[in-house]
């Protein structure tokens, strides 16, 4: 069965700092895989997503991930992180052939000191 | 000019009441779904409709039942709530082809008294 795993619950980084975030998938075949963001109250948005070709994508924000087969891996980063950035991150995976339903990782809440 | 729409935002409600949540989608998307995300934030499917037609249904409690009078329109109506549906509830759409990205409404946050 898929599952995502991102490992770190909570991260605090400053801001213009770089940024990681760390994301596991557990999948047979090459899995359709996303990174959403959520603000308070509000609903998920894209950042990015990959499905194959280039392994570095990249997306809205200044965000960028890079998918690694070998370490079944899909790490999110941003060169310098803005305060508006504070959030949370979810790092998703699907299936060929049903890429509607999503699986969801527990979630990385992102704070951004001044 | 909100692509996903959900309403009411908040519904807090007493134990063994009827309620229901309402979606709508101006984007001219073929499926719609319904995520639950509980209270550690965990998102979790419930449905998918695809020209409302019933495509994806998870492990759902038979309380819930939702309907698609049309396709952009995905509504869903809880019998008889217990605490353990306190949550926030997500709808979503998407074009329906392969990897189209999911677009969400803002979250219906459901509390059972």
């Known amino acids: 069965a898929q599952s995502v795993t991102q490992p770190d619950i909570h991260i605090t980084v400053s801001e213009g700092a770089s940024l990681e975030l760390r994301c596991n998938y557990s999948?047979?075949?090459?899995?359709?895989l996303f990174w959403y963001v959520q603000s308070p109250g509000q609903g998920l948005q894209l950042l990015l997503k990959y499905f194959s070709g280039d392994t570095l994508v990249q997306g809205i924000k200044g965000f960028e991930a890079e998918f690694k087969r070998s370490q079944s891996s899909f790490n999110l980063r941003k060169p310098s992180v803005h305060w508006s950035d504070a959030a949370e991150y979810f790092c998703a995976v699907a299936r060929s052939g049903n890429t509607g339903k999503l699986i969801f990782g527990q979630g990385t809440t992102l704070q951004v000191k001044p | 000019d909100t692509a996903v729409s959900q309403t009411p935002k908040y519904l807090v409600t007493q134990m063994g009441n009827d309620k229901s949540i309402k979606c709508e989608q101006n984007l001219g998307h073929d499926t719609m779904y319904w995520y639950k995300q509980d209270s550690k934030k965990f998102l979790k499917i419930m449905f998918s409709?695809?020209?409302?037609?019933?495509?994806i249904n998870e492990t759902v409690p038979n309380r819930f039942s939702p309907k698609s009078p049309d396709k952009a329109h995905l509504n869903l109506h809880i019998n008889s709530l217990e605490l353990g549906d306190s949550a926030v509830y997500f709808c979503?759409?998407?074009?329906?082809?392969?990897?189209?990205?999911?677009?969400f409404g803002n979250g219906t946050r459901l509390t059972v008294t």
């Open positions: 999948y047979g075949a090459t899995p359709y």
């Open positions: 409709y695809n020209n409302k037609e019933l495509i």
């Open positions: 979503a759409s998407s074009q329906g082809g392969e990897g189209s990205p999911l677009h």
